[in-house]
């Protein structure tokens, strides 16, 4: 046997204690913290992850360069897109319903997604290091797993107790942000546990997550764990296909978004479609008097947070008592709305390039990572508003978390994969 190399040696070799991880990887520890504290925050504040990866990302990114002294993985063309972005929201105030509105929602989006984008550059997989990063996502899920059953046998759990005046539907919905915070840190968890040698614990883990979720009000991600289910199979028995699917089938699906609605409403020329328990007929309101107000304006929209301020939809709302919402339940149509095709094409590029990034991961991992984007997706396109602060940061925290832990497991584990 021959003895490793160098370069091998201290990328195997983990901290043997907390403060020994703090002083060579200083960085690494906060993403460690990060992965304590984000599965369980948002119980305790549902919209906390807003305020805790901006904070996180900020001493990461100081802790990186202290250390360091250098750029290193910040340099990427995702920047492009980043600046892209930004600048079409600031031109889209321009022409926005509501000037002011629009250019203060800039404002937020100006510090969640460079600092979002920069957590997600410099979560550079290191074995050193995502061994403790899988232990405290551990800890952090587990507590979050406890604070989600307690919530549902409770109906209002720890954020009752701390806010005993709310409402009790207040109280009950308040489980909603969090649990989507946990159904998007799956795919993370999953790659964690089987780094452990813990496969069938992994798997176990989803099961209680998709029986508590279905216990609690938020009924998407119930929906949200199905997906992944199913993703996941896809993609672990037909590997290249589901790669493709997700990469180019989501970017298609993004460009034809509003055109699929206009073609179900003409076939659902009666309003047939619905169901109580899950708001579709309402839903459905909304999202074809959306698509056919894109129609109006396809190329660059009606600017940024228009759903606000528009009530001149083109649709008869069969089951919205009014014609007021604040965005469209799908962020993928909102994006249409604001920013028309030229949006959207936007979007379509930047998702096709994040999740080409699939493939550069161990094969046995990547079919969590296909499941967590598809479970992404489809919450994406059935209820917040995009640019709610809270989801865009949590958005970048799952990415960053997930790709920190792909790798985990032995050295020579699936390197001719």
């Known amino acids: 046997m021959t003895a490793p190399t160098q370069k091998q040696s201290s990328i195997a070799a983990a901290p043997a204690s907390f403060s020994d991880?703090?002083?060579?990887?200083?960085?690494?520890?906060?993403?460690?913290?990060?992965?304590?504290?984000?599965?369980?925050?948002a119980f305790l504040s549902p919209r906390g992850t807003g305020a805790l990866i901006p904070v996180m990302a900020v001493l990461i990114l100081g802790a990186h360069f202290w250390k360091n002294r250098e750029l290193g993985p910040l340099r990427s063309a995702s920047w492009l897109f980043v600046i892209a972005a930004l600048l079409l929201t600031g031109a889209s105030s321009l022409w926005a319903p509501n000037a002011d509105f629009a250019l203060e929602r800039l404002s937020k989006l100006a510090l969640f997604i460079p600092l979002g984008t920069a957590l997600v550059l410099i979560a550079s997989p290191d074995k050193a290091r995502n061994s403790w990063i899988a232990k405290a996502l551990t800890t952090g899920t587990l507590i979050a797993l406890l604070l989600l059953a307690l919530h549902v046998a409770t109906r209002g759990g720890i954020y009752a107790l701390l806010n005993p005046d709310e409402i009790a539907a207040i109280k009950l919905n308040a489980s909603n942000k969090p649990a989507t915070v946990m159904l998007l840190l799956t795919g993370a968890v999953f790659l964690a546990w089987r780094g452990f040698n813990l496969t069938r614990t992994a798997w176990l883990y989803i099961g209680v997550l998709f029986v508590i979720f279905a216990l609690s009000p938020s009924q998407s991600t119930a929906a949200g764990v199905l997906v992944w289910l199913v993703a996941y199979g896809i993609a672990a028995t037909l590997p290249r296909f589901a790669l493709h699917l997700t990469s180019f089938g989501g970017a298609l699906l993004i460009l034809a978004m509003p055109f699929l609605f206009v073609g179900l409403s003409i076939l659902d020329a009666n309003r047939s479609l619905d169901w109580d328990a899950a708001s579709v007929g309402a839903r459905l309101d909304i999202w074809y008097a959306v698509?056919?107000?894109?129609?109006?304006s396809p190329l660059y929209g009606y600017g940024v947070e228009a759903a606000r301020f528009i009530t001149d939809w083109s649709t008869d709302l069969a089951y919205l008592t009014r014609a007021k919402f604040h965005h469209p339940h799908n962020g993928i149509l909102q994006i249409w709305l604001e920013f028309g095709l030229i949006g959207a094409g936007l979007a379509a590029g930047a998702w096709a390039l994040l999740t080409r990034k699939i493939a550069s991961f161990k094969a046995r991992h990547r079919p969590a990572m296909i499941a967590s984007f598809a479970a992404f997706f489809f919450v994406l396109c059935i209820t917040y508003g995009l640019w709610q602060s809270w989801w865009v940061c949590i958005m970048a925290g799952a990415v960053a978390l997930t790709r920190l832990v792909a790798t985990n497991g032995s050295a020579q584990e699936g390197e001719a994969e």
């Open 21 to 41: 991880f703090l002083k060579t990887d200083p960085a690494g520890a906060g993403f460690a913290l990060l992965a304590f504290l984000c599965p369980w925050l």
């Open 291 to 296: 698509s056919y107000k894109i129609l109006g």
